[in-house]
């Protein structure tokens, strides 16, 4: 079952009161949507911002991405970083401006410097 569908079952359960249905809504959308940045307009504020939120995570602090790649996928060196750097610029792609704004000065460093993601990316300046 997937990540979202998971989350999306166990919500009413950890809140859902009548008093919080429509919260609970809400949070499952989020928790729906948020694997590509939702565009403003494309859904509930919630939404945008979750999505948008998680899609820089992703270029900022790839941690997780590397365990994937390298772990779980079993890719090579070249593989995974062709892979990686996909996963980077189709989030970049798909960013509402002021989330690109805020991450600009990562995305760029790690434009130049693709082979350093990870710990190190994080500290060029």
């Given at each position: 079952m997937?990540?979202?569908?998971?989350g999306e079952?166990i919500?009413?359960?950890?809140l859902g009161?009548?008093?919080?249905?429509?919260?609970v809504?809400?949070?499952?959308?989020?928790i729906?949507s948020?694997?590509v940045?939702?565009?403003?307009?494309g859904?509930?504020?919630?939404?945008?911002?979750?999505?948008n939120a998680d899609?820089?995570a992703?270029i900022v602090?790839?941690?997780?991405?590397f365990?994937y790649v390298?772990?779980v996928?079993q890719?090579?060196?070249?593989?995974?970083r062709?892979?990686?750097r996909?996963?980077?610029?189709s989030n970049?792609?798909?960013l509402i401006?002021p989330?690109r704004?805020?991450?600009?000065?990562?995305?760029i460093?790690?434009?130049?410097r693709?082979?350093?993601w990870?710990?190190?990316?994080?500290v060029c300046?």
């Open positions: 997937p990540y979202a569908a998971r079952g919500l009413p359960l950890r009161t009548l008093s919080h249905r429509n919260r809504k809400r949070a499952a959308r989020c729906a948020h694997s940045p939702v565009q403003t307009g859904g509930l504020t919630e939404e945008v911002c979750v999505s899609a820089m992703q602090k790839p941690a997780y991405w365990y390298f772990r996928r890719l090579g060196f070249g593989g995974g062709d892979w990686l996909q996963r980077v610029e970049w792609a798909a401006p989330a704004a805020l991450i600009k000065k990562e995305y460093c790690l434009a130049r693709p082979v350093s990870g710990a190190r990316a994080r300046e």
